[in-house]
């Protein structure tokens, strides 16, 4: 349960952040529970939606399962938005989010897609430089 409340402050902390940018964005409660497409965050601005599953992980990696990529991917084109992904690091001091194209993850051959710190640093971008890019 404890994973769970830390995805869910995560999650709400990066909602506050949108709004703060000027980003429109809700949390969807209960995404993973749905059998229909879903994720956690919906955020856009004037016409420009970007669907975000946010992750968090006190380890060197995260892990997003097949159906969950499944879901987000198919949730973004049937409503035609952008599949990102939030990553946070909290072994990192600043504990900000990378914000990363769901294609940007590396495909493991068990279908999952991970992201590591070394990934997130170098493909990531600041939620400061998403938000000027969905603004643009």
């Known amino acids: 349960m404890k994973v ?9 902390d990066l909602l506050d952040k949108f709004w703060r940018l000027g ?3 809700v949390r969807v409660a209960g995404s993973g529970a749905s059998a229909h497409p879903s994720t956690d965050i919906i955020a856009g601005f004037r016409g420009r939606i970007a669907v ?7 380890k060197e990696a995260v892990y997003i399962p097949p159906e969950e990529v ?4 198919s949730l973004a084109s049937v409503i035609g938005a952008e599949p990102w ?6 072994s990192e001091r600043r504990g900000n989010f ?6 940007d993850a590396r495909e493991l051959k068990s279908g999952y897609l ?5 990934l997130a640093r170098s493909k990531g ?5 998403f938000a000027r890019r969905i603004m643009a």
């Not at 991970?114 to 070394?118: E, Q, R, S, Y």
Request: aromatic share 4%.
């Open 52 to 58: 975000i599953e946010v992750k968090v992980s006190s």
């Open 85 to 90: 992904v939030a990553v946070k690091f909290t």
């Open 114 to 118: 991970a992201i590591d710190l070394d």
């Open 23 to 25: 980003i429109g964005a």
């Open 70 to 73: 499944r879901s987000i991917n």
């Open 98 to 103: 990378y914000m990363l194209k769901i294609d």
């Open 125 to 129: 971008i600041s939620v400061e430089e």
């Open 4 to 12: 769970k409340r830390k995805g869910t402050k995560a999650e709400r």
